[in-house]
């Protein structure tokens, strides 16, 4: 009643006092622990968000495809800490098991901008190529970005031909921060 409800706090506390959860209680608990991150992320408490994620990932094997959806997640909350190496591994998670979708392209843009925190040049500059290439495409705005984002890793691994391809792509588009790249 408390998850129909939204009331996902009472819902997870009702959970936990009971003694030995069925599968179907674990598989509810699972759900209430992934909207409580959802509720912790879209309320800007981060560290929150990765616990009730975490938690809710323990439990998996009940709902593979929540769980799927729980990397990604993950991987938002994890880059929003400065976790940058967890938030890679979440969003390679969720991208290897994840079908073609517009989910699945953000994550390889989110994944791109986890490794170029973490000075990956190289793999970074081919992910955001991959985000670029991905069907459906990102949304505009993010695939000006890209491409200035690619530019800059490029521009960093030495490939200096290849970044300015990317920022002149980027200027064409008409990106709002292309300003540096002319």
């Not at 003694?19 to 959802?38: D, E, F, M, N, W």
């Not at 994944?111 to 505009?140: G, V």
């Not at 031909?161 to 064409?172: D, F, L, M, R």
Request: a positive charge; one cysteine or more; aromatic letters at 12%.
């Amino acid at each position: 009643a408390y998850y129909n409800d939204h009331n996902y706090t009472k819902a997870l506390e009702n959970i936990e006092k009971i003694r030995k959860p069925s599968q179907t209680i674990l598989a509810a608990k699972q759900k209430v622990l992934y909207q409580l991150g959802i509720e912790a992320m879209s309320n800007s408490r981060t560290q929150e968000a990765v616990k009730m994620f975490s938690r809710s990932l323990e439990l998996a094997s009940y709902d593979r495809a929540l769980a799927l959806q729980t990397q990604l997640w993950l991987g938002d909350a994890l880059y929003a800490t400065g976790s940058f190496a967890k938030a890679q591994s979440a969003y390679s998670t969720f991208i290897n098991g994840e079908k073609v979708s517009s989910n699945k392209t953000l994550a390889m843009y989110n994944l791109a901008y986890a490794e170029y925190q973490q000075d990956k040049y190289a793999n970074a500059a081919s992910t955001f190529r991959k985000a670029l290439d991905a069907k459906p495409a990102l949304p505009n705005a993010l695939e000006a970005d890209a491409y200035i984002r690619m530019g800059d890793c490029l521009y960093y691994s030495g490939n200096y031909k290849s970044a300015q391809t990317a920022y002149s792509k980027a200027i064409e588009m008409g990106a709002a921060d292309a300003d540096y790249a002319t």
